[in-house]
Structure formats: structure tokens, C-alpha cells
């Protein structure tokens, strides 16, 4: 979070999720790790030994494959079983002592995300999100998004619909925020007595992942459960807040981001995890795509010309803070897979970082409008 200050101080103001990943690039395997490795496995890891069982057994399993290829000769059926179950247990057993090493933090990062949907909701103000076309500008806008998430699901491990791409799908599907200031009111201007669509829109998007999470969450354990629909339910509670912005959660949200995803990232070796093509598919499908997408939904439900649809999209077709904070929490529960977790904060961080392109294109956009014949 200082470090967060720090940047949005010297003039970098979309710089949360950025200061996140490089805290939890600092604090994990690839630096603090080797660096202080006592204060990794006191602070951050905990599970050392349970690791080097791990590794013993790996080790255990290669040198028999080595010594047989070196004597040409078959290991015997036995050994190899053996050694299978020991790897096998050794696993377990770094997977149930990291969870209970990670318990308290898992809980810290749910909090924090919490706070994050609560200030970003896409539902407050009670929206109704059901009138105006909402609903199926809302079905337009995170479409492709949900698409592009079972395509790299499919792509990369041969499996579209599982539990971890509903999660990931429900991420990328979170509606935007209520617009503020003049940006509020110059899309409510250019959509004339179709004003009430883009907060029903963004609501339809919020609730359509809301559904998606809870889906998810069906099979899962109850705490496990308990610890990712957190969040989602503090999004449907904003529900009920009035749309002025509240002085505490605006001030919150992002130090929030900043804290979850630093704690997440410091578990992750991000290296060796990313994964180039997932991370650029997501971030165009969540960002470009999806604005284009939003602006199908104006033009084919209300009838809105496509330049002011396309002006109006941009208000509610990006969400990256909560995004990166439920990538966080997810990633903590063990519920995402950790390449895709890396993929969905990366993208988050570049449409954070590359906010003011979307600034550009709305004044160009915007003098397009004035410049179109009526």
C-alpha cells in the first residue's frame, strides 16, 4: 500500500494492482525467498519441511528412472509403486499444511475483497436491474468475456466447463461501478430518455456473475464456500446504499486491492506460473471486447446510434479493481488454478494501467459525436 502511495505521489495514479503484484513479487519465492529464506518460511510460506518431503520423494522417483536407464534395466512394479504413494502423500500433506498455515490469511484477503465489492458494487443504488434493456445489454457485455474464459480453459487443459473456469468466468463477468461526476452525467445525456439502461446494464452484469459464483460454490466446502461468496455478498448488500459516494469506501477500495493481491502474489512464483497467450486473451476479451460487446447491446436493444454506444460502453465495461481482488481471494482458497490466477491479475493490472487510453479514446469519441450529423 505504501508503495501504491508512493506511485500515485510521483503521478501514477492507476497504480493499485501494480503495487500489489510488486509487493508480492517482493515477499515471495522469487525474492524474500531466497533473500531471507528464515523469514519466508516463518512468514510467508510455513510449510518447509512438508516441501522438502516433496522434493525428497520427486528426487527419490528420478534417481530409480536414472539408475534403471543407466543399467538398462526395468525397475521392479513394486518400487515404482511405491514411490508413486509417497509422492502422492507428500503432496497431500503440503497441500493440507499450506492451507493451514494460509487459513488466517485466507480469511484477511476475503475481508479485504469484501470492502473492495462493497465501494465497487455494480448494484448500488438499487438498481433495478431487470428494466430499461438492462438485462440484455448486461447478457451482451460479459458474453464474450465468459466465452473467452472457457476457450482457454479448453485450450489449456482440455476442459471448458469445471468448477475453477465458472470461478474465473464470474471474475471476469463483475459489473462496473456507478459512474461518477461529469462521466455520469454526459452518458446519461447522450442516452436521452434511455438514461436508466446503463445502471440497469451494469447491474445485469453484476447479478449474471453473482450467479455464476454461486454455481461455482456448490460443491465446494463450507468454509472454503463461505470464504469466496464473501465478497459477492457484500456486492449484493451495496444493493441497498444510497449512490452517493461513501468518503470511507472510497478511500478503501484500493489500499484493499493493493493488500490482496500483495498477500496472494507472495505465495505465487508469478514466473513460472505466467503463461503469455491466457493472460493476453484475457486481458483484450475483458477490455476491448467486452466494451464492443456493451456497445451491440445499446445499439440492438435501444436503437442507440453507434458512436454514442460505443461512448456510453466505455463507462461500464471495465472493473479491474474488484476483479483483482476476487482473483486474490480465489487464488488464497485454492479453488483457481494458480496460472490463471497470475493471467487474471496481469490483465487486471494492464486495464488499470492503461486507463488513461480509454480517457483518449473518450474525447475522441466524444468529438466524433459533435462532428456526426444529427
Known sequence: MTLAWLLRAAG???????AGICVGVF????????????????????????????????????ALMLAAATTRTVPAESVVIELDALRQSAEINLRESRSAFDHGALWVVALLAAIVTLARSP????????????????????????????????????????????IAAAIVAFGAALPRGAERWLTMGLLAENSPSIDAA??????????????????????VAAAWLLPWGTMLAAWGLRDHPNIFLSRSF??????????????????????????LGLYFAGED?????AAIGFALTLGVPWLRSLRVSLAISS????????TACAVMIGVLP??????????AAATEVLLPLRKITAKQLEKNIHQAPL
Not at 29 to 35: D, G, V
Not at 203 to 218: D, E, K, R, T, Y
Request: hydrophobic share 55%; with cysteine.
Open 12 to 18: 501514477w495514479k492507476n497504480s493499485w494492482i501494480v
Open 289 to 293: 471486447l467486452r466494451w464492443i460487446a
Open 319 to 326: 472493473a479491474p479493481l474488484p476483479q483483482a481482488a476476487l
Open 27 to 62: 515477499f515471495g519465492p522469487l525474492c524474500a525467498a531466497k533473500a531471507f529464506p528464515d523469514m519466508y518460511q516463518l512468514l510467508i510460506d510455513g510449510c518447509g519441511e512438508a516441501r522438502a518431503e516433496v522434493l525428497r520423494s520427486q528426487r527419490a522417483t528420478e
Open 254 to 279: 484500493g489500499p484493499a486491492t493493493a493488500g490482496a493481491v500483495a498477500i496472494a502474489i507472495s505465495r505465487v512464483d508469478v514466473i513460472h506460473e505466467l503463461r503469455v497467450t491466457p493472460t
Open 338 to 347: 494458480i496460472w490463471m490466477g497470475v493471467s487474471l491479475l496481469i490483465a
Open 202 to 223: 451494469r447491474g445485469s452484469a453484476g447479478i449474471i456473475s453473482f450467479v455464476l459464483a454461486c454455481v461455482a460454490a456448490w460443491a465446494m466446502e463450507f468454509d
Open 123 to 166: 448494484v448500488t443504488g438499487r438498481v433495478r436491474w431487470w428494466k430499461n434493456g438492462g438485462l440484455a445489454i448486461g447478457a451482451w457485455t460479459v458474453l464474450i468475456p465468459i466465452g473467452v474464459v472457457f476457450l482457454v480453459a479448453k485450450i489449456e487443459t482440455q476442459e471448458a466447463l469445471t468448477r475453477w473456469s465458472l
